[in-house]
């Protein structure tokens, strides 16, 4: 179920569409697959905020291609990860110094599949934070569930727990840096199912709400996005809800001409939707 309060002008806050491509494309690839998101966002007309975040090997020749570029749409280049110390013997790692020094302007942070196969906890979220921020990067903050405690009904016990660690010690003054994505880990990868819209518009309420406890008035600068098995078949109906700010997608977005079409569409029915109830039951 979806808010009844419809939000003044000056609350809304803009879409935020990203895509990770996790361990997948060359340098060649992603620098191709970014000349031709470049060319669309010179002159389309979309109101959204748009973001790649490629491996590590492809960072800096895809920042490049938007270096100096006027778009229309406002394209981010971001890093899948970072560790929280700025240089160190830290093998195999890379500091949020070497992300700005790419020309990266955004990270991702304690993705599911981090924290489930690569040690990540909620303490090292949490210092990762701090330290994107420290040096002026946007963050992409994942929080969610695995299917034992959806299972168990404590989802909204778990995802609170997770976001208040992560913030532990950001000032509010940080938020318009912050974008908390919702991604249930039983959404995401191959064998992932979307989930309901009012299920996530419930919980992006339930979070939203935690930042307000946290923050007062200034936890509306922050966006809250989803993400677990988004496709051009499911984005219209993300977009109908209007405590979800956008969406984070996966592999059906590595195709360019796809990740283009999801935005298109986002947006095409965020327009038309509006985000009153009534408008939405109109648009559906």
Partial sequence: MTSSVKQPASAR???????SWKMNKTVGEAVDYARVLAQWAQTAHVDASVAILPPYTALAPVASVFQSLVTRVPVQVGAQNMHWEDAGPHTGEISPVMV?????????????????????????????????LRHSLSVVL?????????????????????????????????????????????????SGTSAPTEDVADIHRY?????????????AQARIIYGGSVSQQTAPRYAMAPEIDGLFIGRAAWDVADFIRIIEAFCATRARCGDSTAEVAECQ
């Fill in 100 to 132: 700005r020094d790419s020309g990266a302007s955004v990270v991702e942070i304690g993705h599911f599949e981090r924290r489930s196969a690569c040690g990540e906890t909620d303490a090292t979220v949490n210092q990762k934070v701090l330290a994107a």
């Fill in 142 to 190: 994942c929080v969610g569930e695995d299917d034992a405690t959806r299972d168990y009904g404590v989802v909204r016990e778990f995802v609170g727990m997770q976001l208040k660690i992560a913030l532990r010690g950001v000032a509010a003054t940080s938020l318009g840096q912050l974008i908390v994505a919702y991604e249930p880990g039983w959404a995401i990868g191959n």
């Fill in 207 to 219: 979070l939203r709400g935690v930042l307000t406890s946290l923050y007062g008035t200034h936890a």
């Fill in 13 to 19: 806050r803009r879409p935020w569409l990203g895509t």
